[in-house]
């Protein structure tokens, strides 16, 4: 058998000459006929080249006829490129050689890039002052250290060149700072006070103009009237007060009954109605539904406060310059005597717009009732007066 064709098996006859052929199987380790030419393979950098040929008989090859020597120019496998330099502003790039990883070879050379951009920071320009020259706004670069005037410049500066060209010259205006007071002389009671105004330029502290300016006196701040020696019968009393500020007393006499002081205070009564009431310099005094009384008094004073009918008020609050009072076993309020103003507040006078001490009298209703009468007949009737 061969590795196409089978082989053959004679077996004789004992008796005669007959002969018997059998088949018997392929051998695949059999002589093959590699006669076939298939291809040639070329030579690469690392391996000769060579052809191919395939058996007459079956699928199998055979490389045959090697060439003597590598193609060096025939390059296969993966490649890299080494070398590669990244240009900057003091020195050139360079793309990088590009290397055959099976044999190691450059493939392709590399070449030069040129030179790279500059790395720019900018300084901003600083504007003249009066004290100080200004400089124009320049670049430099953090690779090589040269300054430029502007970010597309391309011709360098050094610092000495940039010195020189970068200047600003100074300005006149000046920048006005705080006005600052200078001899100052304080204001008294009734002396007027003087400062001068000075303002200076906050760069380089010229001054810039000076003016005098006046403080008006401030007036004295009287303390209240304390009796120093209290009025009588028959001699003036001394009342005497002091300016906190500078010290300066007035004095004034007082008499025991002083002066005639009529304060009139207005109330609204029961109907809505206005009326008066006087308050004179007497011993007691009756306040109706009053909510703020002011009088002088030379004398210890005594009040009681009652509602229109003479009901005394119930769960009031009365304040004499705002210390509260406290009523006496006939439910009046005293007040010693002074030489000062004194204001008196009675709160929780007014309960209800209808009845102020909670309740109306009987005769609370009867008046009610009267000025109703006699405010319908003057509507009807006009100006006259009705009796």
Request: net charge negative; charged share 20%; proline share 4%.
């Amino acid at each position: 058998p061969t590795c196409g064709e089978p082989g053959k098996k004679h077996e004789a006859c004992k008796n005669c000459d007959a002969v018997q052929n059998e088949n018997t199987p392929i051998d695949p380790t059999g002589a093959h006929s590699f006669t076939v030419y298939q291809s040639t393979v070329p030579a690469t950098c690392i391996a000769k080249g060579y052809d191919v040929y395939q058996c007459a008989a079956c699928d199998a090859t055979e490389n045959r006829n090697y060439t003597e020597g590598f193609d060096e120019n025939n390059h296969v496998g993966e490649r890299e490129i080494r070398g590669t330099v990244t240009a900057t502003c003091t020195a050139e790039g360079y793309s990088g050689d590009t290397y055959c990883l099976s044999c190691g070879n450059i493939i392709v050379p590399g070449e030069n890039t040129g030179y790279g951009a500059h790395v720019l920071t900018k300084t901003d320009a600083v504007l003249p002052t009066c004290k100080d020259t200004g400089f124009a706004a320049y670049w430099s670069c953090s690779e090589c250290g040269q300054y430029f005037l502007s970010e597309t410049a391309e011709t360098p500066l050094t610092r000495e060149q940039l010195d020189a060209q970068g200047v600003i010259g100074t300005t006149d205006d000046h920048t006005p700072g705080e006005a600052e007071r200078e001899n100052e002389v304080a204001a008294g009671c009734t002396t007027d006070g003087s400062y001068e105004e000075v303002i200076c330029c906050a760069v380089c502290g010229k001054e810039l103009s000076r003016e005098t300016k006046t403080d008006p006196a401030k007036g004295h701040r009287w303390g209240d009237w304390q009796i120093v020696v209290p009025a009588t019968e028959d001699e003036e009393g001394l009342a005497r007060r002091v300016c906190s500020a500078c010290g300066e007393e007035e004095t004034k006499t007082i008499t025991e009954m002083g002066e005639p002081v009529t304060k009139t205070v207005k109330f609204v009564n029961l109907s809505g109605m206005h009326y008066e009431l006087d308050l004179g310099d007497g011993e007691t005094y009756t306040i109706y539904n009053s909510s703020t009384v002011q009088w002088l008094s030379n004398t210890p004073l005594k009040f009681k406060v009652v509602t229109y009918s003479g009901f005394a008020f119930p769960e009031i609050i009365v304040r004499a310059n705002g210390v509260e009072l406290s009523p006496e076993a006939d439910g009046c309020y005293s007040l010693p005597q002074t030489a000062d103003t004194v204001i008196v507040t009675v709160e929780g006078a007014v309960q209800d717009n209808s009845a102020p001490n909670g309740r109306l009298s009987f005769w609370e209703l009867l008046i009610r009732f009267f000025r109703q009468i006699i405010a319908f007949f003057t509507g009807v009737f006009g100006n006259n007066k009705i009796c």
